[in-house]
């Protein structure tokens, strides 16, 4: 794990990249680290995450500075500004059910190929997918997902890079701080080594790249 | 007594000592102000909660501590958090006992329509269709028309949340359940009779001989 400057941070992520972030209608996401890619105006990119946020929070902010290409998430019902890119042909939504969005992050994490659900089974959902049927179920293959980059908000990270959340703050982050090539941290405290028990270390330090610097 | 009112104090029958309930966005929102006495409920909230509490007194709002729906609320003593694989893991695992919805559409089938009107309203599924997928008993809540219109209908035209059709549909005016695949008419609100119930249904309901009075619970405890 390394620690760096936010401004560092935000440059080492690409136009034109996969990025997945935490947070539920901007609660839980890492706000430092969209500011600066919005300072920056990192374009063109493919976001991953459970929905758009309301404009000008959270992803929202991303939204509203026309930087994603392509929106993988639930919900975008409380940003209408989402709603009018998708419509003029400025962003590509793929709208996936909030079960089958985590678990196929979860799946990418995790080493599996994908995921078999009844979720969205003769529904919109199904179409281009195909199906299994096992022991007289029909469940929905829904493949892996991973990002190049997962930027993680987390309530403390100590030193190593041991990280907890709170309360519902909590929602993608540790399952896409699994899912991406590289994970980048931002902590509302960074605390000593030793203060987070083992018992309650949500992420695992090995698990975490970079973490933004206060 | 307003649609709302009614449609939750009715379904807040439902309710059982022990259960883990999920409640949408809306009227759902309601039943967790008329939980019957003596029965103690967990409610989840997908984004991460059982033990989802009221609204916080003015300035106690915690800005990590909210709904699905991005209200602020309380967690109770006893309340757990988790993640969202753990949480549509409890939904899609059979663990949540029963959800309540709302619904744009039901057919005769007991087919649910509640996530999109297409060229009008694409909000995005969110957890809906995982949620009547997999929850063990899927009740919808909703106003029996919108603008006149039957929301009963022969066959949904908006695009379905599920296959699976749901247990229960209760409006301001009637209860009913779908046996045998079925739209079968069980009880009907105070006041209401029968006769209003079909002239106000735009497709065949079944009456069963021993159609009754909604049982609701009598009072708000908040």
């Given at each position: 794990m390394k620690t760096i400057a936010l401004e560092q941070a935000a440059a080492l992520i690409p136009d034109g990249t996969s990025v997945m972030i935490g947070g539920f209608m901007g609660v839980g996401t890492p706000e430092r680290l969209i500011d600066e890619l919005v300072r920056r105006g990192?374009?063109?990119?493919?976001?991953?995450?459970?929905?758009?946020?309301?404009p000008g929070v959270g992803i929202g902010k991303l939204m509203r500075a026309g930087l994603v290409r392509r929106a993988v998430v639930s919900h975008i019902g409380l940003n209408p500004e989402t709603q009018q890119q998708m419509i003029a042909g400025k962003t590509d939504v793929?709208?996936?059910?909030?079960?089958?969005?985590?678990?196929?992050?979860?799946?990418?994490?995790?080493?599996?190929?994908?995921?078999?659900?009844?979720?969205?089974?003769?529904?919109?959902?199904?179409?281009?997918?195909?199906?299994?049927?096992?022991?007289?179920?029909?469940?929905l293959v829904e493949p892996a997902l991973r990002a190049d980059f997962a930027l993680?908000?987390?309530?403390?990270?100590?030193?190593?890079?041991?990280?907890?959340?709170?309360?519902?703050?909590?929602?993608?982050?540790?399952?896409?701080?699994?899912?991406?090539?590289?994970?980048?941290?931002?902590?509302?405290?960074?605390?000593?080594?030793?203060?987070?028990?083992?018992?309650?270390?949500?992420t695992p330090a090995p698990l975490v790249d970079y973490l933004v610097a206060h | 007594m307003d649609a709302p009112t009614l449609i939750a104090r009715r379904i807040a029958q439902e309710l059982r000592d022990g259960m883990l309930v999920n409640l949408g966005i809306g009227?759902?929102?309601?039943?967790?102000?008329?939980?019957?006495?003596?029965?103690?409920?967990?409610?989840?909230?997908?984004?991460?909660?059982?033990?989802?509490?009221?609204?916080?007194?003015?300035?106690?709002?915690?800005?990590?501590?909210?709904?699905?729906?991005?209200?602020?609320?309380t967690a109770l003593p006893?309340?757990?958090?988790?993640?969202?694989?753990?949480?549509?893991?409890?939904?899609?695992?059979?663990?949540?006992?029963?959800?309540?919805?709302?619904?744009?559409?039901?057919?005769?089938?007991?087919?649910?329509?509640?996530?999109?009107?297409?060229?009008?309203?694409?909000?995005?599924?969110?957890?809906?269709?995982?949620?009547?997928?997999?929850?063990?008993?899927?009740?919808?809540?909703?106003?029996?028309?919108?603008?006149g219109k039957s929301k009963i209908v022969p066959r949904c035209r908006l695009p379905l949340t599920s296959v699976r059709a749901v247990d229960l549909v209760v409006t301001e005016l009637a209860v009913i359940a779908f046996p045998d695949g079925r739209a079968t008419l069980l009880e009907v609100a105070p006041g209401v009779a029968v006769a209003d119930v079909l002239a106000a249904t735009g497709a065949p309901l079944i009456v069963r001989d021993d159609v009754h009075p909604m049982p609701l619970t009598s009072e708000a405890i908040s």
């Open positions: 990192t374009g063109g990119l493919t976001v991953i995450a459970n929905d758009t946020a309301m793929d709208l996936v059910p909030q079960g089958t969005l985590i678990e196929r992050i979860r799946a990418g994490g995790c080493g599996l190929g994908g995921v078999l659900t009844e979720t969205g089974v003769g529904t919109v959902v199904e179409k281009g997918k195909r199906t299994i049927t096992l022991d007289g179920t029909t469940y993680v908000s987390a309530f403390l990270a100590d030193y190593l890079g041991n990280l907890t959340y709170a309360l519902t703050a909590r929602n993608f982050n540790p399952v896409i701080a699994m899912a991406a090539d590289a994970v980048i941290v931002d902590a509302e405290h960074i605390v000593p080594t030793g203060v987070i028990p083992p018992d309650h270390v949500m | 009227i759902p929102t309601l039943v967790a102000n008329y939980v019957p006495a003596g029965v103690q409920v967990f409610f989840q909230s997908e984004n991460g909660l059982i033990g989802t509490g009221p609204v916080p007194e003015e300035g106690m709002r915690q800005g990590r501590l909210t709904d699905a729906g991005g209200r602020a609320v006893g309340a757990a958090t988790f993640d969202s694989a753990m949480s549509f893991g409890l939904i899609r695992g059979g663990h949540v006992d029963m959800t309540v919805l709302g619904g744009l559409e039901v057919d005769v089938t007991g087919r649910l329509a509640n996530w999109t009107i297409p060229g009008k309203m694409v909000p995005g599924m969110g957890g809906a269709m995982d949620l009547v997928s997999g929850a063990r008993r899927v009740v919808i809540a909703m106003q029996h028309c919108a603008k």
